[in-house]
């Protein structure tokens, strides 16, 4: 076992896994970083039947429903080679896929990142991860398979965003030197997959890998270094990244602290009413803490006023969503003409040379988003001084703790290019109320007024923090949690078609109001 926290982390790979002198050679061979010329030729075609079984089935990929047709290599990188030794290989792969029928505006296909484990015998702890055996091409007879359900694979990711640099085309990157890693750091696949899917560290380090990638910024990684430049507590800042640059520039992961003993948002309104309590409390403070991160925001990063064609631009954006939305659900048509209403309603005020204050927001913010945990600072290497893990503190009694807000990527089906303009917060807000009422709905039997105490206590909460009510700009607030609900029911549609009735029955609600 290291002695330290400073070990070296692959001679405690080595150790821990028994991963032979000859395979972990490839760590400094890596750092040299090679584009895996030997296996180019054929790997593609020889993956091409496996990605098309196994990625549709992944709650990540964004294309559900659309056939792929074909496959493009957008760069390949061995982060540990395979055929090395005994132990796995790890590669790294930007692959575009092709679908039809193509997108009506937009990239024709979609790039993601795929880290695929090579081996030649799957441990049978692994099977679940299993993706294929390829039949031809210079991986043929070994198993490929997901490399972040590994923990080996997982463990030299992490070394690799210690020791920032290029890498072929990807470059690692961090603001200042990673903290001593403590002891026994296993590796774990967080067990919910979302938009993205992400690793825990020995509840220390939390990384994010994303899945869909668009070249430029990642609003993830952008916004919560904006939020630690601008000092503020709220949102975990990032330890480390890495990044392609050739031949686009997207964002591919970041790292984080992890906050150990916090439960999110979602849980514990689900738990308040199951247990017939209030959330009213927790609902106010996240509305200070809302206020508090939108006002950093508007410290660091540009704000604007979005009056004339601009205001018209983005009530012009609600309705070809809602148009798109129609084609993918029909269901929404009979809805369409008062939905329309609501978002004509902000485009008036333009009219009268009036407009929207707008700045960078979070812009997909919901109960899931926000963690609720202990009120103290976990430590930062959540390790002792010997190098021993933390244990995990107990997670906080209601009204003792303090809310994080996680996850700045937008909302992920929407272009990059979109998602990094400045807009009403209103926005967010609009979001986090939708998510009350989504709260309220699931539960059996469904319980509209404890939704609508949570949401005033949150527009409460949140005009305390900023001295803006967010309910003084009434037709923006319902455009948005119109526009909001429109996107989940092409969410849900797409990923979870049983919980299609939740946002339908808001959009049922949003209609039958008067503008
Ligand atoms: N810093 C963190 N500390 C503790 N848990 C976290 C942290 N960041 C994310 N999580 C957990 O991981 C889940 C997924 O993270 P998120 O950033 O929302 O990923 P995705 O983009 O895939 O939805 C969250 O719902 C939360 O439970
Ligand atoms: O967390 P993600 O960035 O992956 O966001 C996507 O998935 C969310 C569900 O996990 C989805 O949120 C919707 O369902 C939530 C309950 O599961 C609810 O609290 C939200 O209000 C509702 O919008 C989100 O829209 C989607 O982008």
Request: one cysteine or more; proline letters at 12%.
């Amino acid at each position: 076992m290291p002695q330290s926290g400073t070990l070296s982390a692959l001679a405690y790979i080595r150790r821990l896994y028994g991963v032979g002198r000859e395979r972990t050679r490839s760590m400094s061979e890596t750092a040299a970083a090679r584009t895996p010329v030997g296996l180019l030729p054929g790997l593609l075609p020889s993956l091409a039947p496996l990605l098309r079984a196994w990625l549709p089935r992944q709650r990540w990929f964004a294309g559900k429903g659309r056939p792929v047709t074909g496959f493009s290599l957008v760069s390949a990188v061995e982060l540990l080679p395979p055929r090395g030794g005994n132990g796995p290989g790890l590669l790294h792969l930007l692959v575009g896929v092709d679908q039809r029928p193509e997108p009506p505006a937009g990239d024709p296909h979609d790039c993601y990142q795929l880290l695929l484990g090579v081996c030649p015998a799957l441990p049978p702890h692994l099977a679940p991860a299993l993706i294929g055996r390829p039949h031809g091409g210079p991986l043929a007879g070994l198993m490929v398979y997901e490399g972040l359900y590994d923990p080996r694979l997982a463990a030299l990711l992490l070394e690799r965003l210690r020791t920032p640099g290029p890498l072929g085309p990807l470059r690692f990157a961090s603001p200042g030197p990673l903290p001593p890693l403590p002891r026994a750091l296993t590796a774990r696949p967080l067990g919910t997959e979302q938009s993205n899917s992400s690793l825990v560290y020995g509840d220390t380090y939390i990384l994010k890998c994303f899945r869909r990638v668009q070249p430029g910024p990642n609003p993830d990684l952008e916004l919560s270094l904006a939020l630690a430049r601008a000092g503020c507590a709220r949102v975990p800042a990032p330890l480390a990244w890495y990044e392609s640059t050739a031949p686009h520039p997207y964002t591919l992961g970041v790292l984080q602290p992890y906050l150990r003993g916090s439960r999110d948002g979602w849980r514990l309104a689900l738990e308040a009413l199951a247990a017939g309590t209030p959330f009213t409390e927790e609902a106010r403070a996240l509305g200070r803490v809302t206020a508090e991160v939108h006002t950093a925001l508007a410290e660091e990063l540009p704000t604007v006023r979005l009056c004339g064609p601009r205001a018209e631009r983005l009530a012009a954006g609600m309705h070809r969503r809602l148009d798109e939305a129609v084609r993918q659900v029909p269901a929404l048509l009979p809805y369409a003409p008062r939905l329309r209403a609501a978002f004509d309603a902000i485009a008036a005020p333009a009219h009268r040379g009036l407009g929207w204050r707008a700045q960078r927001i979070h812009g997909d913010l919901h109960l899931g988003q926000a963690l609720y945990g202990p009120a103290t600072e976990p430590s930062a290497t959540g390790g002792s001084g010997d190098g021993s893990a933390a244990r995990t503190p107990a997670p906080p009694r209601p009204g003792t703790g303090r809310w994080s807000v996680i996850d700045f990527e937008g909302e992920p089906a929407r272009p990059l290019s979109e998602r990094r303009r400045p807009q009403p917060p209103v926005r967010d807000i609009a979001g986090m109320l939708r998510s009350f009422d989504y709260a309220a709905r699931t539960h059996r039997p469904g319980n509209p007024v404890w939704a609508e105490r949570c949401r005033a206590a949150y527009c409460e909460g949140y005009a305390q923090a900023s001295g803006a009510d967010p309910r003084a700009e009434p037709e923006l607030l319902r455009a948005y949690e119109t526009d909001k609900a429109v996107y989940e029911v092409v969410y849900e549609a797409r990923h979870r078609p049983d919980w299609l009735p939740v946002p339908m029955a808001a959009i049922e609600r949003l209609a039958a109001a008067s503008v």
